[in-house]
């Protein structure tokens, strides 16, 4: 390395070794044969993130030529965009190398980051657009994960994610066949895959069953990663509650509250998971009303994607004077109506029904599974799941019947999947 860019970064060493972010840069250099892995592994034994920081920074000084404008390049592909700034402007006339590329196929620095065009809107100052003169688009760049805001998700794999899709009951409890739920399972079984989650399904499960496998992921040893995820496809409905509303049934027709379901994974019960996220995503109804929603502007409405294969995740509690063809059906019965680092996601509104297509399957998962494939590598899972939630409310079953997602969030931090990308 030259003596200005050794200058350059001693000039802003505590810069770098406070607001530095290791997760994605060391992946960078280690491709770019700027550290070895063993250098890289040294750097990680450091004891504080700091101390992990202060060392790459010192050991960066003492490689090959090309080690400033790789660690630039470094900088900008995993979004520590202020960084890369306060460096620039301290070598105004570093040589960048342009004609120089990545190993896919970009100019090594580019004067702007490049950004996906359909996230969420940013504000111009912070991420500018790309210069009109840029030939190629580079590759769309993740915000800076630093372990005040966001929760460590570089764990491979990343967690365990456990299934539970009931699709057929026991006759006795005259809860219809979910139609469509297999492909609901198939559909989040290969997205948690993609995502670095060890996944088990476990099918048609009873009460004590359902209660037997939480159970058993509660004693399992977490420490090695950095999340948990649980998925559960059933009919649902409303009990009291604290926390958490709803509860799931089991293929015996006996319920599991959503907030016992959340408390087999809590800091008390589950030591390896604290301060770990831990997700849940409902696919049941949350009671057996119907939301018929209410009328917006012309701007506002979109084509509904709702067929004559809509049936719902609720079983009918009463009698009623709508006329719903057999396809139709619901995936609850009516009844009655602080935990941190747990989000729970429902398909519905606490209260209402939520609604299943016999071959798409549900309106909810379909949409999650597309929302997750399009901006997991660049959005946190709560600007994703409000993106779910607006997508879903645009359907309508039978050019009529509305649908709403939401969430509990109790978490602290944002969360990041890991992609391949």
Wanted: hydrophobic share 30%.
């Amino acid at each position: 390395m030259e003596e200005k860019h050794r200058r350059i970064l001693r000039r802003n060493r505590v810069h770098l070794v406070k607001e530095l972010d290791l997760s994605d840069l060391c992946d960078v250099l280690l491709r770019k044969d700027v550290f070895t892995q063993s250098m890289i592994n040294d750097i990680k034994n450091c004891e504080t993130k700091r101390d992990q920081a202060r060392k790459l920074v010192k050991d960066l000084e003492s490689r090959g030529e090309d080690a400033f404008s790789a660690f630039l390049e470094g900088l900008r592909v995993t979004g520590q965009q202020n960084l890369l700034e306060l460096l620039q402007k301290s070598a105004p006339r570093v040589h960048f190398h342009p004609g120089k590329s990545t190993e896919a196929g970009y100019p090594l620095i580019q004067p702007h980051p490049v950004y996906i065009e359909d996230a969420v809107p940013k504000k111009p100052r912070t991420q500018p657009s790309p210069s009109p003169d840029e030939g190629v688009k580079g590759p769309e760049v993740r915000p800076r994960r630093d372990s005040i805001q966001y929760y460590k998700m570089d764990a491979r794999p990343c967690g365990l994610c456990l299934i539970i899709n009931n699709l057929e009951f026991e006759p006795k409890t005259e809860l219809s066949i979910r139609k469509g739920s297999n492909v609901d399972c198939d559909k989040l079984e290969k997205r948690f895959k993609s995502l670095n989650f060890v996944v088990e399904v476990r099918t048609n499960l009873k009460q004590r069953q359902i209660k037997s496998e939480l159970s058993a992921l509660s004693r399992k040893d977490h420490s090695i990663y950095d999340c948990c995820v649980v998925v559960i496809l059933s009919h649902g409905t409303e009990v009291s509650h604290n926390r958490f509303p709803g509860a799931v049934y089991g293929v015996d027709g006996n319920h599991v509250s959503v907030q016992e379901i959340t408390n087999y994974l809590n800091g008390q019960n589950c030591p390896s998971l604290q301060g770990k996220p831990k997700i849940f995503f409902i696919q049941a109804c949350g009671g057996g009303e119907k939301d018929i929603g209410f009328e917006v502007s012309p701007d506002e409405a979109k084509p509904s994607i709702g067929g004559d294969g809509d049936q719902t995740d609720a079983i009918p509690f009463s009698s009623s004077s709508e006329s719903l063809s057999p396809s139709d059906e619901i995936d609850a019965r009516a009844t009655l109506p602080t935990p941190s680092d747990i989000l729970v996601s429902y398909s519905t509104f606490p209260g209402y029904v939520s609604w299943r297509a016999t071959v798409s399957g549900s309106w909810y998962v379909e949409v999650l599974d597309n929302i997750l494939k399009k901006h997991a590598a660049t959005l946190d899972l709560t600007t994703m799941l409000t993106l779910v939630n607006d997508e879903v409310s645009q359907n309508s079953a039978k050019g009529l019947y509305k649908q709403m997602p939401g969430s509990f969030n109790f978490l602290r931090k944002h969360v990041y999947f890991q992609t391949s990308e």
